[in-house]
């Protein structure tokens, strides 16, 4: 069973960059075939995917998010982050982290979530 958990501030004012860690334990980031990505859902929205890491290191974004993201990887603690610079309340929203299948890109294991909210 692949658990995720997601870390971070669960305030950030407006301007600063938002920085979350997802931890997989009993897991690794760099498993063959695997991509770990982030995905959130603003209040009253649907979800949004943002980009993700593969297992390779290799990193793909969402085009509308992409100037503003990053998703590093620390292997030695199996963890990957979300950095997201100059954030504003429209980015307040629940932040989850998943394992994605390469191979259909689904997503098979999420984390519970953490709430992020955007305000000065």
């Known amino acids: 069973q692949v658990q995720l958990q997601e870390s971070g501030p669960g305030l950030v004012k407006p301007s600063q960059t938002l920085s979350l860690t997802c931890t997989v334990p009993?897991?690794?980031?760099?498993?063959?075939?695997?991509?770990w990505s982030w995905i959130r859902q603003p209040p009253g929205k649907g979800l949004e995917w943002m980009g993700g890491?593969?297992?390779?290191?290799?990193?793909y974004y969402s085009p509308s998010l992409k100037s503003r993201t990053s998703i590093p990887r620390d292997t030695s603690k199996n963890q990957f982050s979300l950095l997201l610079t100059s954030v504003a309340p429209e980015d307040t929203g629940l932040y989850y982290c998943?394992?994605?299948?390469?191979?259909?890109?689904?997503?098979?294991?999420w984390g519970k979530g953490t709430l992020v909210t955007v305000s000065s």
């Open positions: 009993g897991g690794s980031v760099t498993t063959s075939y695997y991509a």
């Open positions: 890491i593969k297992y390779d290191g290799s990193t």
């Open positions: 998943a394992r994605v299948m390469t191979s259909n890109y689904g997503m098979d294991y």
